[in-house]
């Protein structure tokens, strides 16, 4: 079973660039689309980036797409979301998920089988 582990978040200003991490403990995950996803405070579940095993295919929300940029090392089994131009709305947990083989990477959060437990960010105005 994969595990994920997500480091990397914690409080900024507006403006300010944090990049999180998310190490998986299997070698299986360099054949799993990565995804990041985001819980803000009293709302659903939001899709933010997601990137194909391969690292050659890209998605983005809407809300973060310019700004947000996925990548992964899969010599490190560990996928990241470097975040620029934070926003106080960007504020939430953030969590990763693995997953999936299909192309395009899919948006919806049912598609992934593995889940960490999420690291905070907080961006003050």
């Known amino acids: 079973q994969v595990q994920l582990e997500e480091s990397g978040g914690g409080l900024v200003q507006t403006g300010d660039s944090l990049r999180l991490s998310c190490a998986a403990s299997?070698?299986?995950?360099?054949?799993?689309?990565m995804a990041w996803f985001r819980r803000q405070p009293g709302k659903e579940l939001e899709f933010v980036a997601a990137?194909?095993?391969?690292?050659?295919?890209?998605i983005y929300g809407d809300s973060v797409k310019g700004r947000f940029t996925i990548s992964r090392d899969n010599a490190k089994n560990t996928v990241y979301l470097q975040m620029n131009s934070l926003k106080p709305e960007d504020t939430a947990v953030y969590s990763c998920a693995a997953g999936s083989v299909r192309t395009p990477p899919p948006v919806r959060s049912r598609d992934y089988n593995y889940w960490g437990q999420g690291t905070q960010v907080t961006v003050s105005s």
């Open positions: 299997e070698r299986t995950f360099s054949s799993s689309n």
């Open positions: 990137i194909r095993w391969t690292g050659r295919t890209t």
